[in-house]
């Protein structure tokens, strides 16, 4: 196997010199440096696929409040509005979401979810890649491999930009996970690699600027909504690099824009609570009452 790749561009030579998936690649390498089998690994991977599911379970099951109680029935709700009416975009989009839902409220309730690649925006490449598989009766394997590629896209952008809102805002945090999961689904569904890292590239270059202001200082207010917006988000990059959109700005220059735009960033815009969302004038009432 090559050097430790750091560029999406050195992934994409890597896979075509050895006319391999991203997946393959990335599975060889980790296996390689843990000293363990691949299948060792993919079992390793099969866990967290597992805990995804199993989060996604208890939380469609679920009407139990956060601690603050300001967040922890939306998936309810969510859940008997399809009962009473369907979802505009159908079946595929009434799992999605409310499997992002699901799975972002056990995280406020402490239940077990895997952070992918923050606990802030684990609910986003859970609810796609599980829906999807879902819907279109995946096969395991194939879930596996998607996934390793959803890590490998995180692996990559984590070399430049540290995946935490308190260092880049939330594009670090739900936007790197909106790219994790359209490169996931565009392989799902079949894409080249260059629709994959086009997905990936897509995504993620729309949600450059996003900011890190939660209420109250906890991961509850835009947290939970905004992972089921970000899930949809992915499908639609996916959609498009499989029509053949590509992203004009390659996918390592979208990261460096990414890492950039971290930089310049206010702090007061990067989880500290002290402007955006966290200062209108409902919010404070919000913080006031939990004070006391």
Request: net charge negative; glycine share 6%; charged share 25%.
């Amino acid at each position: 196997m090559d050097r430790i790749i750091s560029t999406f561009e050195e992934l994409y030579i890597c896979c075509t010199k050895y006319n391999k998936q991203i997946w393959e690649i990335a599975q060889e390498r980790e296996a390689e440096q843990a000293e363990i089998s691949i299948n060792e690994f993919r079992a390793i991977v099969k866990k967290s696929l597992d805990a995804m599911k199993e989060a996604i379970k208890n939380g469609l099951h679920s009407k139990e409040m956060s601690m603050s109680g300001m967040c922890g029935d939306d998936c309810y709700r969510l859940q008997e509005r399809y009962k009473k009416q369907h979802a505009l975009f159908g079946s595929a989009f009434e799992k999605i979401t409310t499997y992002a839902l699901s799975t972002i409220e056990e995280n406020l309730r402490m239940g077990k979810i895997v952070a992918c690649p923050t606990a802030g925006s684990c609910a986003i490449v859970p609810s796609v890649l599980v829906g999807f598989s879902d819907e279109l009766n995946i096969d395991e394997e194939s879930q596996i491999n998607a996934l390793i590629t959803a890590g490998e896209v995180g692996r990559i952008i984590s070399n430049k930009v540290a995946l935490a809102g308190a260092v880049a805002g939330c594009q670090a945090e739900c936007g790197v996970a909106s790219a994790m999961s359209a490169a996931a689904l565009t392989q799902l569904r079949g894409g080249k690699i260059e629709e994959i890292l086009n997905a990936m590239a897509l995504a993620m270059k729309n949600l450059l600027g996003l900011t890190c202001d939660p209420v109250c200082g906890l991961v509850e207010i835009p947290c939970v909504k905004r992972n089921p917006f970000l899930a949809i988000h992915a499908v639609t990059a996916s959609e498009l690099a499989l029509a053949g959109i590509s992203s004009k700005i390659p996918p390592d220059e979208v990261i460096d824009a990414l890492e950039q735009t971290g930089k310049l960033m206010s702090p007061t815009l990067k989880e500290s609570s002290q402007a955006g969302l966290a200062k209108t004038k409902t919010a404070i009432e919000l913080e006031k009452r939990l004070l006391k």
